[in-house]
């Protein structure tokens, strides 16, 4: 059996015919040039893994009452634990498992290799984003994203990027190689938490600490820490305000959010495949404007290059970045085409992706922020409003992260044995996976140690009631 031709040109990839064998099980295999593998050998794995696939992908119409359970069933979670932690990381469905298994052993099969900028699979996945193929590159995680952004952006000694006090290290560290490297100024703006700001003081803030050597507003949507979904529109328009260029370390919201990425109207958004969007480990999802969207974001695109890139040309000589509404190249073929790639799990992220867009992802939002909103409930019914971290009451500043403290003694906040102490216990004795979490708090002279639960697409109601009776429980034991 021939194998379909790999494409390997500016700005193609695996052909639209291979890459849908390659999710979906109709094609052996995909390849270079003229090599080919003998039928035989794949044609059981395959077809085994077809048939399993859509024993496993079948859901009843989403008004049905088992629906949510049928979802869950999608996954192969241990059924002896709740897993209530995908912040850190996700799991794979088991379509997707299969998917990955499959091609894997086709590629061994054949020695095949996969040179390739991965067209077809960033085309899946820009459909779900709401963004187009030329601007989403398939990166290896958040950091990964993070990391190429900022090391491609032009900045210069006293240049200044305005960020928070709450970043994870997936974006200080690239920072401090900026500073360190070409004198970039890093500025913090300290972010209030709890239950009693609104999306408005959070602007005010960045408004407030921009100056006339701002150039990058970085920022994370969510925060990690507390699961507080900073206003990335009002944000983006206070960037575009003033000329700035805008950098979302948004490693919570693919899989979780169902933004359009084009309506942000950001210029560049770097996200994890494999904690939400419960993609194969080693995932991410790095968004690129590449073209001046005059509804969203009219502003000229900011001079940036793809500095880790086997695509772009070798003797140089792309052109210039748009500045109109058509690119004027795919400037993530060239970020996504960094040598022999991996057939496999580029296959396993465009399943999870179609998944994700059969299940719908305004469903999927929809779901785990009201589950979110009902342990956030919960929690303040049981230890009162003032133990959240997370906000509840402003819609635009919610996601599906909830980070509290469960002890009953506020001096217990600075405790952070005894967080760890309680996220041990919780799992041993309740079988529940949870995280801690700290970070700074204006007026305090110490981190607050918290705990922080994910509500995702494979828990339902019982379940949030399940974690915070147990939290309660537990939480009246070690006080």
């Known amino acids: 059996m021939a194998i379909p031709r790999l494409n390997t040109g500016p700005a193609t990839g695996v052909s639209r015919r291979a890459f849908a064998g390659l999710i979906g099980g109709g094609a052996a295999s995909v390849g270079l040039g ?23 992908a079948a859901l009843p119409p989403p008004s049905s009452k088992g629906y949510w359970d049928a979802v869950r069933r999608l996954f192969v979670l241990d059924k002896d634990v709740l897993f209530m932690n995908v912040g850190t990381v996700g799991s794979p469905p088991r379509e997707v498992l299969q998917t990955v298994d499959r091609v894997h052993r086709e590629v061994a099969v054949g020695a095949i290799s996969a ?33 190429k952004v900022i090391a491609g952006l032009a900045l210069k000694d006293g240049d200044e990027i305005l960020t928070t006090n709450h970043e994870h290290s997936g974006g200080n560290v690239p920072m401090a190689l900026a500073h360190d490297r070409h004198g970039v100024v890093i500025k913090r703006v300290a972010l209030p938490v709890g239950n009693d700001q609104r999306a408005e003081d959070y602007v005010e803030l960045f408004r407030k600490a ?6 990058v507003l970085l920022f994370s949507a969510p925060t ?24 979302v370390d948004g490693a919570h919201i693919p899989g979780m959010m169902a933004y359009n990425f084009h309506e942000l109207g950001v210029d560049f958004l770097a996200g994890s495949a494999a904690k939400w969007q419960c993609g194969p480990g080693g995932t991410g999802v790095l968004y690129i404007r590449n073209k001046v969207l005059s509804r969203h974001n009219p502003n000229p695109l900011p001079e940036f290059w793809p500095v880790v890139s086997s695509g772009y ?28 790639g991996s057939l496999a799990i580029m296959a396993g992220v465009g399943n999870v992706c179609e998944i994700w867009d059969r299940i719908g992802r305004q469903r999927i939002e929809k779901h785990v922020l009201g589950l979110s909103g009902y342990l956030k409930e919960l929690i303040a019914e049981r230890w009162g409003v003032k133990s959240l971290y ?10 599906a ?50 705990v922080r639960v994910s509500t995702h697409l494979f828990h339902q109601k019982e379940d949030v009631e399940r974690v915070a009776d147990a939290m309660w429980r537990l939480s009246r034991e070690m006080s």
């Open 210 to 215: 921009i100056t006339s050597r701002t150039k």
């Open 313 to 340: 040309p070798a003797e140089g000589g792309r052109p210039p970045r748009s500045d109109g509404p058509k690119e004027s190249y795919d400037i993530a073929a060239d970020l996504q085409s960094v040598g022999n």
């Open 401 to 450: 992260l909830t980070s509290f403290a469960p002890f009953r003694d506020r001096d217990d906040i600075y405790d952070a044995d005894k967080a760890t102490k309680f996220v041990a216990r919780l799992k041993d004795e309740h079988g529940i996976v949870i995280r801690t979490s700290d970070f700074p708090v204006i007026g305090s002279s110490k981190n607050h140690q918290v």
């Open 34 to 56: 003229t090599l080919a593998v003998p039928s035989a050998r794949a044609a059981t794995p395959t077809a085994a893994g077809t048939a399993s696939a859509a024993r496993s």
């Open 115 to 147: 040179y390739s900028n991965f067209a077809d699979v960033r085309a899946v996945a820009a459909r779900g984003y709401g963004c187009d193929p030329d601007e989403l590159v398939i990166s290896h995680n958040t950091t990964d994203g993070m990391s």
């Open 390 to 399: 997370s906000p509840k009451d402003d819609p635009r500043l919610v996601c």
């Open 224 to 247: 990690y820490k507390t699961g507080t979904m900073l206003p990335i529109k009002m944000l983006a328009r206070l960037a575009q305000e003033h000329g700035l260029t805008t950098l």
